[in-house]
């Protein structure tokens, strides 16, 4: 089973994120870019897989679209996959200031 989480924050920017989740996990992160999502940050490791990107990614209209409409109010988001619960990366992005969790879905 793997487990997915989603992370939101309104009170920081993603490259902001980036430098805390980093420095509160030791994880390194790289810049991707993507046609569908934009510039997004991933970093792979103990942990499985986390993504930082902000919500607002670019549309076909040339308008930006959010990423996750259910949380249109939150300007970045922190995506978790991992192949089992993970209690200790939840315990420490709880510890960030700002990161509220959102949601769980277990596949």
């Not at 920017?13 to 805390?20: K, N, P």
């Not at 569908?36 to 991933?42: C, D, N, S, T, W």
């Amino acid at each position: 089973m793997t487990d997915y989480d989603t992370y939101g924050t309104s009170t920081h920017t993603a490259s902001e994120l980036v430098r805390l989740v980093t420095g509160h996990l030791d994880v390194v992160f790289t810049e991707r870019e993507s046609d569908y999502r934009g510039v997004y940050h991933l970093a792979q490791g103990t942990y499985g897989r986390i993504e930082i990107q902000p919500n607002a990614i670019p549309g076909d209209d040339g308008q930006d679209d959010p990423y996750a409409p259910e949380h249109s109010s939150v300007r970045v988001l922190l995506l978790t996959d991992t192949p089992a619960p993970e209690p200790t990366l939840h315990t420490r992005l709880g510890t960030i200031q700002g990161l509220v969790h959102l949601s769980r879905e277990s596949w």
